[in-house]
Every structure is written in C-alpha cells, then in structure tokens.
C-alpha cells in the first residue's frame, strides 16, 4: 500500500518515521547504505522485495510562520501529502501552489525533483528546507540558493544524493495580487470552454 503502483513487494523491515528523534534514533543505529527513505511511494517503480529497511517518512504538521499583507511564510513537514497541501493553501487564500495540484507524492520529496506543473515549478515559491544528515544526524537548513534547482533537478539528486533526509519546507505564497499563470497549453481554452473567465 505505499507505492502508488500497488506493486505487491516487501520490505525487510519497515518503520513509519512520525518524529525528528524517532529518525535520528533509526539513523544511529542503522548504517545509511542499509536503507531505503519512502515518502509518497510515487515516482518510482518497484520490480522486486526491498533488502533493505524502509524508512517511511511520515512527519506531519502545517503551520504559519509569518504573514504580510501581500505574503506568507508556510511550513509543511515532510510526511505531508503534497496534494492536500496544496489544496490547504488554496482554501486558505495562499496563492502560488495552485498549478500543481493533483502532483502525486508527499511534500518531503517534492524539492529532490523540484517539481512543477503548468509552467510553474516548486522553486517559485519555495523558501527554504530542512533536512537531516544520514551519517552525522547534523540537522541543516538549505535556501533556495543551496537547494541549486534546475528543470525537476536539485542539489539533492547530485552532490548530495542519499545523504540528507528532508524533515520540512517551506514556502513563500502570495497573499493579495495573486499571479495565475493559465498561459500553458490548453488553460485558457479549457476556461473559454467552461466560461471561467474570473
């Protein structure tokens, strides 16, 4: 039940990870090559039991850090789904997420690929993440700058692949002006259609 293919595989040991300590407890006591971090169990393909032991991350939690007039700072941890995130900042009036909805997966892994949707990519809004080292268990936050996004590309698939595990994000939503961007594709002659024009 935790990849989005339904394969039926499994794992030689399987722990669900719903605290920073309950992971850092695990990374001690278990050597990095040894396991296999699962978030939404979604941009993968399993062919075949895992020998390994799955750590599902499953921190949970969204909060507001900041609000301005024209903007907000919004936490959410990993574990997150990311499409119900998306769907809370839309429901909250938090506008810049919106192209990406229906994006399968959790919001933990959504800065490894940096994903996007529609013309408009997870870099846009992001402000920065957290993140555990595997080894070392130093906990280390990385800007926008650090994260190094390029197209569904970040430091975390390079220099940095297999060695962090990310705890949380966070984002940089707009809260008055919002900008839609419905120039991709088809948008605005699906809209048309449907006699959206607002």
């Known amino acids: 039940p935790y990849n989005t293919f339904g394969i039926d595989v499994r794992a030689s040991k399987f722990i669900k990870i719903q605290t920073i300590e309950d992971l850092k ?5 278990t050597y990095a090559e040894e396991l ?12 075949g039991d895992i020998h390994k032991t799955v750590l599902q991350i499953d921190l949970k939690g969204k909060e507001v850090l900041e609000v ?28 810049g997420l919106e192209n990406m909805a229906l994006i399968p997966g959790n919001v933990g892994t959504a800065p490894v690929q940096n994903i996007g949707a529609y013309g408009v990519e997870l870099k ?8 555990v080292h595997r080894t070392t268990l130093e906990q ?6 650090a994260c190094r996004f390029g ?9 940095l692949k297999d ?7 966070i984002f940089r939503l707009d809260k008055t002006n919002h900008t839609l961007h419905t120039g991709y594709g088809a948008i605005q002659e699906v809209l048309a259609e449907k ?4």
């Open 25 to 29: 407890k695990i990374l001690r006591k």
């Open 36 to 47: 296999f971090i699962l978030g939404g169990g979604s941009n993968m393909l399993l062919t």
């Open 68 to 95: 301005k007039d024209d903007y907000a700072i919004i936490k959410a941890h990993a574990g997150e789904n990311w499409h119900e995130f998306v769907m809370h900042c839309v429901e909250q009036g938090y506008g």
């Open 124 to 131: 846009d809004h992001f402000y920065s993440c957290t993140a």
């Open 140 to 145: 280390k936050t990385f800007s926008r700058e």
């Open 151 to 159: 197209y569904r590309d970040s430091v975390f698939k390079n220099e």
């Open 163 to 169: 060695q962090y595990v990310i705890t949380a994000v």
């Open 195 to 198: 006699q959206i024009n607002n």
